[in-house]
Nanobody
Framework: QVQLVESGGGWVQAGGSLRLSCAVP????????MGWYRQAPGKQRELVAT???????NYADSVKGRFTISRDNAENTVWLQMNSLKAGDTAVYYC?????????WGQGTQVTVSS
């Protein structure tokens, strides 16, 4: 069974930085796309950033220039470096990957940005 193991998150003041990580252990190949989504209270889950095994990235407009997604293909690990955090970034962040047409999600990690 595929499991996504997340770490990072926490509380930070506006303008600060946090780093999230997510690993997909036990998969014997490099998954194509890994990414991060977030869900704030009362809102729908939304895309934050994705990265493919070939390198191309995609970011939500709201995080461009502040967040950076990166990955280690061999370890199926993805990181999200979040800088210049704003109160509006407060949400539960979920790691995501898709293998053989099935979406897999991490357990979610809370990011709270205090203004």
């Amino acid at each position: 069974q595929v499991q996504l193991v997340e770490s990072g998150g926490g509380w930070v003041q506006a303008g600060g930085s946090l780093r999230l990580s997510c690993a997909v252990p036990g998969v014997g190949f490099s998954v194509t796309t890994m990414g991060w989504y977030r869900q704030a209270p009362g809102k729908q889950r939304e895309l934050v950033a994705t990265v493919t095994s070939g390198g191309p990235t995609n970011y939500a407009d709201s995080v461009k220039g502040r967040f950076t997604i990166s990955r280690d293909n061999a370890e199926n690990t993805v990181w999200l470096q979040m800088n210049s955090l704003k109160a509006g970034d407060t949400a539960v962040y979920y790691c995501n990957t898709r293998i053989f047409g099935i979406n897999y999600w991490g357990q979610g990690t809370q990011v709270t940005v205090s203004s």
